[in-house]
């Protein structure tokens, strides 16, 4: 028995899904001890938009190591963070004419949210917040009240108080849907704000991710982003996007909204930022907002990550021009056009997303299962995701060759095809 | 005006005490982008136990980043991660004979704590959680109903609930204390359990710092600590040791309570594991209490952090021997003495601690304020915890050389002789 | 000053609407200490079904009480209870073969809601109700978070947790109604239950009036009552009607919802159950629901009232046969040939109702205050509600001779005829 | 099968400690319907301080009913109110120099205690209450929250938050009890309000009895009582009396707390004060916190109770001059020298009380339900309370003869020496 198997917790997951022991990572290929090859459409989770040891970022990280720059720093100041805020102001803040300013909270996403979270029940005195359905924002137990998913909430082992779900605003309705989703729900909701006798009061904030990544790849239709934000606006409760896993450019610009006309209070964001994978968050808040915050009420030890923001630095360098951002649309090109008639041909197979994150919702769990380990069996890590796991989740590093990208989807659509056939 | 007045969250605290901005750091020492070099007695608020740029950890990280080894992993099994788990075992859990599982949780303290605090519940199907007074365990809304600090809670705006704060039992009675610690405590609250018409319950926990380190430098007695594990084991409650600040060797031992014949059922670790101050956190649980958890029901993205992984297999090696933990000894030994003379000489100020961990405490915020600022302009960083801020705490790196630790501490005496007679 | 103004409570409010002094009252009048007489349109707010003063009542108290007969017996057997409840049992609930046992509660309406969403939470296991917008159910902790007016929710000072509002669905849309209610509204919240990643799951109960009657006279559709029926039949909860103030006969039958096929698992009775204006509450409660209470798990002082359960006995009598029913119906036609005109009239006017329960909408609170005011000075007792206190509801004895409803109709439509040009 | 074993609720208590049929009352006895005569210890759960039936007030009801008087009047100001209130404050208020204002609540005791927190909320902007261990304040969600008794608090089905339960301050040491009870808690509670690090913050109200009935007979000293009042006063909290049940002159005064020295800021009245059973709440606020209370914020249906007022009028007529008080004074004494060779014999066996209520703790639920059944057999009315129902208690009407209460003594003593003897 290995020491996996010996000493760690029964609640791994991943490990349990990819039984082998990873050595080696290149942009998109991980590589087993035993050297067998896989690429990879599962990045991290959304981790790694820029590749795995993206070389650039691995020689400025080891060129930092050796110039002896500081590695930790709480939230004092460096010469490495003042490089990295400069940098997002000029090349992301100042091109959109954003005021926000930078919250470095601890390394995790979940941090990012708590944070928001908190920050939006002192501006408004109000402690309720909306979140959506399907929606994932953490598993910290301020976080987890606004994560839809059953299963984690289940875990919480206290009631999850203080936040509701209202239905997400999808582009496009998702197979044997019943929530009745859309702006007409958020009608429906302002009458119950403006009724003083709805037992529903106007929230702090409405707390929402543009592309529900983990909840299924749900895409928000551009009328709905705005109907919230206005609303949001009129009822005096802030507007927080969590573009943890579809910022830094998943969806082929910096941040998921780019296009949606809407203008949060605070963006939360995570995953991608610190360019190599490893961990740091940030949130983006409006001045106003900001100033309602006292110095230090949300600390944590990691918030000054030196590798995060050398290696993020990198990142960053790719949204100076619009190479990066040009060649996401061609691979999403590329992607939607070997998905697409996975969708004709089959009623119980939709394909969403926006960019390069693509879920394929294949109508149950079961099916997505065979999927992702017959993909993996045959060289491709993916996952699944959404309600009860029935969403294949295309979400690979925006670097990926063609080629790759290519070989990857080929085995995906054979392996579909071929469930498809088994599970008829 | 710099990016950091024109960008950065009005939260931001530490920069505010330091207001440098510093570039390089070696061991016990960082040096601002001015060339002014500071002896660093606060180590990353614990972090650092085996000082800044540690060299055997960069350079293990550096060739880990030029082999092309994965970085980043989530929860899969990784060849970086496999030496880390065999050598903790080796080297922590297999000589004290503990049977606890790894469960590697997203990469901070605070996450680690929302862990432990989950699967209490659940294996216990209670809610409620006993921590004690003066306790921080950090800041997403699970952790910080945990945490005693009134301006973090305050930060909540939601009420706190499912944790209830009792007093923690020092080693010898903080001065002014009026909360009426020590075992009797422990006494009246076992009463209260066994009585039915009560109102109060057994809890699904008891949370603990052995020596509470943003607390205050409160050191728990080992009567005390073996009261509180007597109690949980009676009442059918967990022990819940979280021994982030205070475990991987600052008290002169791995683990803070190695020495104090206690057993806990889950240990929260993070700060120091990392080994080079990059994320990592851990939380060893108790095979039966373990398999409470199901797959996947505590996530989050960074889990896999192989930098850290390989860093902290380094700072295990710190353990293999006696002679760190012999170091730790004379230096606590040699902090002890220069400060033992302020505590005999002002019945204002009181020394505490444990190990390379010493808190100063003089009796109000304001002067630990000066304190602070005197020994910065005079080249040494310490921060002030406690109530109202009225500790200065040293935690400097356990690998601090003797010359820098008795020149910081030098600074420090001189600067608080100053100080208490500008005060008195 | 009087005694009132001296020491009676700033929170007072009634008698601020009708400042007088009353002294007697006979079935639909009540008399002030100057002699002055005013029909009662409001009833004690729906318990004076059976009229102020009824004689069979008075009588039987006054020989009980001659006679020696145990007055508060909390819940131990006494004659007068047996004698009530075998007619409770022989008028109300043979007839419509309904098992449920009878629960005395506390005799306030509220309690006897409080006790149902107790044991609808033990018998589901679960935390939540569903209870909907306009609903009221009581100002205690428990009930006050099911009642959905926001004044009384904002005198709780904590949070109304584990309840939460869903659109009610009236028969015909209020006036100016945005929640968007009906059975669609059920629809989407069944999707919300089936999809495990909703952030939504199903309740222990759906709580409802039929006739939400402090909320604005609004009368539920069959369509949809039924639908809640189903929907709570399919995922495990119960379904608790709170018949207090439109129960006992009000809309035409014993039950408000007699003619609706639907078979509530809890009822709450209260108001005109007591038949004098004592009071007096009693639960409802199918056999199968009701052995998951223990003895004594909620108990309250004032469960066994003697003079209740003799007055309440005469009550009773009243649905021996159907004269009653049959006076209420053409009474009911009466008071809707009155009030249709302004409704046709007016398009900020709307008349809705059940029974001898009818609602008097025009639109503004301040209009609906006025109308209150000028009737009381030309010598109607008469009350507002719902949203705004925008609403007039008619509620007289259920007894009130021809005359003095007709009386009293006079009085309402010149009024409103009046305030209606003064606010044009 | 009667229609109670075949139709009331599983949850009826009483009846099966009493399987008998009540038919009459008059003063201390109880008859059943086949005449059996049983002299009653119990006085509903003292409610009945002034004997069942009591003639001065059936009489004034019979008249107030043949008079044709308003009987039921929500809050509108009523002729039988007036005499109610202003006998009220001419007797109780007045002598006392108490400024309080009366606020009628929904006839409940745990109305009063609801609404009595909601304004301590209100008034502080603060959500946690103090009550005390074995304190029983009702069972509606919030008051159930300060009631400490474990089997009433698992029947509510959620967690019961924002009150804490603090060791109550008894006159002598209860048997066994393991508490820490006394002053010194409250020195310990008032370090932790001090200290800002603590996790406790102060209270918006200490809520507690004088004498706890339900929870033992507990007797709280005037030393804690006092030191309870200054905390709360030093701390900005209300200090709210629940005297529902030992109030009215149950312990030889009117309010239970008259020789205490302490000023209450609201003081909860139930049980005794509607004189004949019938039922009546009422809060004494003081002015000062009364004005934060608007119109209409917490309402109830059977706030006008004329009956109550009518009967509580005589009731008060009771405290004109010292004839009761002065008899309470004398049949305490016979009730002491009858059961205090009880104590003096048994070490397991404790007598507690004040005045004319009085707790015989036999150490075990068991022994006591022995003795409660044996009386019962003896014709001896009488019920256990405490922990575990380990209390005997006498509670009588204070109006009962000589000859019964000795009658009824002798019972209970000669019961209890025989059920020592067997438990032996």
Redesign the interface.
């Known amino acids: 028995m290995?020491?996996?198997d010996?000493?760690?917790?029964?609640?791994?997951?991943?490990?349990?899904v990819?039984?082998?022991?990873?050595?080696?990572?290149?942009n998109a290929r991980?590589t087993d001890?035993d050297g067998k090859e896989y690429i990879d459409f599962f990045a991290?989770?959304?981790?790694?938009n820029f590749g795995?040891?993206n070389e650039r970022m691995?020689n400025a990280?080891?060129e930092y190591?050796?110039?002896?720059?500081?590695?930790?720093?709480?939230?004092?100041?460096?010469?490495a963070k003042?490089k990295f805020?400069?940098r997002f102001?000029k090349i992301v803040?100042k091109p959109r004419n954003m005021s926000h300013?930078?919250?470095?909270v601890?390394?995790?996403?979940?941090?990012a949210v708590?944070a928001a979270?908190?920050l939006?029940?002192?501006v408004t005195a109000r402690?309720d917040i909306v979140?959506?359905?399907?929606?994932f924002h953490?598993?910290?137990?301020?976080?987890l009240?606004a994560?839809?998913?059953?299963?984690?909430?289940?875990?919480?082992?206290?009631?999850l108080?203080?936040?509701?779900?209202q239905?997400f605003g999808c582009e496009k309705p998702c197979l044997g849907?019943?929530?009745?989703c859309g702006v007409?729900?958020l009608?429906?909701l302002?009458?119950?704000y403006?009724?003083?006798?709805?037992?529903?009061?106007p929230p702090?904030a409405f707390l929402l991710e543009t592309v529900q990544a983990e909840?299924?790849v749900n895409v928000a239709s551009k009328e709905w982003l705005q109907a919230v934000a206005t609303l949001a606006k009129e009822v005096g409760a802030l507007l927080i996007v969590d573009d943890i896993q579809v910022g830094m450019g998943r969806t082929g610009s910096f941040f998921s909204f780019d296009d949606m006309d809407i203008d949060p209070d605070i963006i939360c964001l995570?995953?991608g930022l610190g360019g190599?994978?490893?961990?740091m968050a940030m949130?983006l808040?409006k001045p106003e907002v900001?100033?309602y915050?006292?110095?230090?009420?949300?600390?944590?030890?990691?918030r000054g990550?030196s590798?995060s923001f050398v290696a993020g630095n990198e990142a960053l360098s790719y949204f100076e021009d619009d190479d990066l951002m040009d060649e996401v649309k061609s691979k999403a090109a590329i992607m939607n056009q070997a998905l697409q008639p996975l969708d004709e041909q089959f009623t119980m197979i939709q394909v969403r997303g926006k960019g390069m994150i693509i879920g394929l919702d294949v109508s149950t769990g079961e099916r997505a299962k065979a999927i992702v380990e017959e993909c993996f069996k045959a060289g491709l890590l993916i996952a699944s995701c959404?309600?009860?796991g029935r969403v294949v989740k295309l979400i690979p590093p925006l670097t990926i060759p063609d080629e790759d990208l290519e070989k990857g989807l080929k085995i995906l659509v054979d392996t579909t095809l071929k469930v498809m056939e088994e599970t008829a």
Chains 1, 2, 3, 4 share one sequence.
């Open positions: 290995s020491v996996f010996q000493r760690e917790s029964n609640i791994r997951a991943y490990c349990r990819y039984p082998v022991v990873f050595d080696k990572a290149n991980q001890e991290g989770a959304g981790v790694l795995h040891n691995t990280v080891i190591l050796q110039s002896g720059g500081v590695i930790h720093a709480l939230d004092m100041k460096t010469t003042r805020m400069e102001e803040l300013k930078m919250q470095f601890g390394p995790t996403g979940t941090n708590e979270m908190k939006a029940r002192r402690q979140a959506f359905t399907r929606g953490g598993m910290t137990l301020g976080s009240a994560t839809a998913n059953r299963y984690f909430r289940g875990a919480a082992g206290v009631p108080n203080h936040v509701s779900h239905p849907c019943e929530a009745g007409e729900s009608e429906r302002r009458g119950l403006r009724d003083t006798s709805s037992g529903v009061t702090a909840g299924g995570a995953k190599l994978g490893t961990p949130n808040i900001d100033e915050w006292s110095p230090g009420e949300h600390t944590g030890t990691f990550q590798i959404g309600t009860g």
